[in-house]
């Protein structure tokens, strides 16, 4: 099977620049995660989807990150305008609807804004 | 809200020695726990978890870890460190009502040979 699809995988755009970082979850997952990895701040969570509809999205840094999971097959983050401070590894991870289940990560999408 | 805690954000142990990273959870209600690896360059890859049937479990790449709930731990142990194993370690819980995953800070795992 084949597991979370991100891309692209990596990326450097130019301060300003509008990013979109695409994901493709595990078929049959209902449960759609991104997070944010740095050196300084670690793994955070920036939201949370299920069934298609964001649940929880407090992670999110500010008005100029915004996600969409148009169907269960898809999803995007995006971030207009972009500033060097957002330079980081983005992942996308799934999990299915049942509470025994483990989140499956992506490989990342690795940004560099500069 | 759960919160975990990983002791030592880097450990270092000679080819061969035994791996022992550090895990402690915080709730009056055993969670389920996971740890993962996060190799250079990758994502997390999960490890291994627990989900209140048998306390020891075990993993891939011969690691495994202990539940004991009344030190409210799950360290993770391999008794013979290999060059490969150098990584990431993430420590995770999950509640066993909600959605989401709480992860820890992270210990980097050094393989000296």
């Known amino acids: 099977d084949a597991g979370v699809i991100q891309s692209p995988r990596h990326e450097v755009t130019e301060m300003g620049q509008e990013v979109t970082l695409r994901c493709k979850p595990i078929s049959g997952h209902d449960y759609l995660f991104w997070y944010r990895q740095t050196m300084m701040r670690g793994l955070e969570l920036l939201i949370y989807?299920?069934?298609?509809?964001?649940?929880?999205d407090s992670g999110m840094p500010e008005d100029r990150f915004s996600a969409k999971m148009p169907n269960a097959s898809f999803s995007t983050l995006k971030i207009q305008p972009s500033e060097p401070r957002d330079s980081a590894v983005y992942f996308c991870?799934?999990?299915?609807?049942?509470?025994?289940?483990?989140?499956?990560f992506g490989e990342g999408s690795w940004l560099t804004v500069v | 809200a759960q919160s975990v805690t990983q002791l030592g954000s880097h450990v270092s142990v000679s080819e061969g020695a035994l791996v022992l990273l550090r895990c402690n959870y915080s709730?009056?209600?055993?969670?389920?726990l996971f740890w993962y690896v996060q190799y250079p360059n990758q994502g997390l890859q999960l490890l291994l978890k627990y989900t209140s049937a048998a306390t020891l479990v075990k993993g891939i790449n011969g690691f495994e870890a202990e539940f004991k709930k009344s030190e409210t731990s799950f360290h993770l142990t391999k008794p013979s460190a290999h060059m490969s194993d150098a990584a990431e370690y993430f420590c995770a819980v999950s509640e066993r009502t909600g959605n989401q995953f709480y992860f820890g800070t992270g210990t980097s795992l050094t393989v000296i040979p």
């Open positions: 709730s009056s209600v055993p969670p389920y």
């Open positions: 989807f299920n069934n298609n509809v964001p649940i929880d």
């Open positions: 991870a799934s999990r299915v609807s049942v509470v025994l289940g483990a989140i499956y």
